[in-house]
């Protein structure tokens, strides 16, 4: 399966917005939909993509193979389970730092182009060749 590079970066800017808002606000509920997108966006569904691609109408020039987008949604959602695990057992320090920690990895995506998670998932594959990491299409 293929991804466009356009809506994952659309994707990375409103997940960047609504992680800065989950730390403004210190919203364990933003949070959990928050996770709800990065959950769906393992199995491909991501809403903002299914946005973007109602917004631009125009076929990408390149596409990128869509598991390590898919590995980095798997990332997001372990630190927004993380915060999630701070907010509702009053741990603060926990949920600001998981946040903040998915909210870098947005930004770098939404800003400069650089999938943290993607770049993770590569470094697996080569360091562990017979890994089966094959995300589910």
């Known amino acids: 399966m293929r ?4 809506a994952l970066r659309f994707g990375a800017a409103i997940t960047t917005m609504v992680l800065v808002l989950v730390l403004v606000t210190e919203s364990p509920w933003l949070l959990a ?8 966006g393992t199995a491909g569904r ?12 125009s076929a ?6 869509a598991r390590p987008p898919r590995f980095a949604q798997v ?5 927004a389970g993380a915060g999630l695990i701070g907010f509702f057992t009053g741990i ?7 946040t903040a920690a998915a909210l870098l990895a947005a930004l770098l995506n939404a800003a400069f182009g650089f999938c943290l998670g993607c ?12 890994a089966k990491m094959e995300v589910p299409q």
């Not at 991804?3 to 356009?6: F, I, L, Q, S």
């Not at 990332?75 to 630190?79: A, S």
């Not at 770049?119 to 017979?130: D, F, N, T």
């Open 119 to 130: 770049e993770m998932y590569l470094l697996i594959r080569r360091l562990l060749p017979a």
């Open 92 to 98: 603060t320090p926990l949920a600001l730092v998981a």
């Open 60 to 65: 990408p020039k390149e596409t990128e193979d």
């Open 3 to 6: 991804a466009d590079p356009r």
């Open 75 to 79: 990332v997001g959602l372990v630190f």
């Open 46 to 57: 991501s809403p903002y993509t299914m946005l973007f691609k109602t917004l631009v109408k």
């Open 33 to 40: 939909a928050q996770a709800v997108v990065f959950a769906l």
